[in-house]
């Protein structure tokens, strides 16, 4: 045998993928690319709404430290209707702390408010640090909620998932 026809390549062989097989890879990277690309946005929309229900939370509790800190009751209001948080300085004047951006909502906790068409919340927060007992809701776009919890004497401001009670 010569030395050529050792290293010369069959005729039957084929060098190299078909116009088909790198169009199906292609294909299979399309649909890949696309799946990841929808799980990336259903996350961020997910840390989007946690992000305002930590806000939401956090500016509870700057209320009750200012009052600790300041050794002075600070008034605050939910308004139900508006999606904000403000601070009631003096008789008349308001000063906004959180707004809520559109289709987030802040809702009454209707297993303990007897008025469920109330459209505020009235907060007290004390220089003890004790506050007014208050629950109510956040809802966001994607229907989660979250029910905050303010505990009347330990000062404590929780959160926790929120259950419809079945009928």
Known sequence: MSRLARHAPAKHSSLGFTLLELLLV???IGIGTGLAIVSVDQMALRANERHWIDRTQLELKRLRNKAVLGGATVQALVDFQRGTIVQQVAA??????LQ???RYQFRPASSVSSDVAASSLALVFYPDGSLSEARFLIRTPTGMQQIFHL???SGRIERQDWVAAAP
């Not at 008349?92 to 702390?97: F, L, N």
């Open 151 to 153: 505990a009347k004497i």
């Open 26 to 28: 292609l294909v299979l």
């Open 92 to 97: 008349k004047e308001q000063r906004p702390v």
């Open 100 to 102: 809520l951006p559109p």
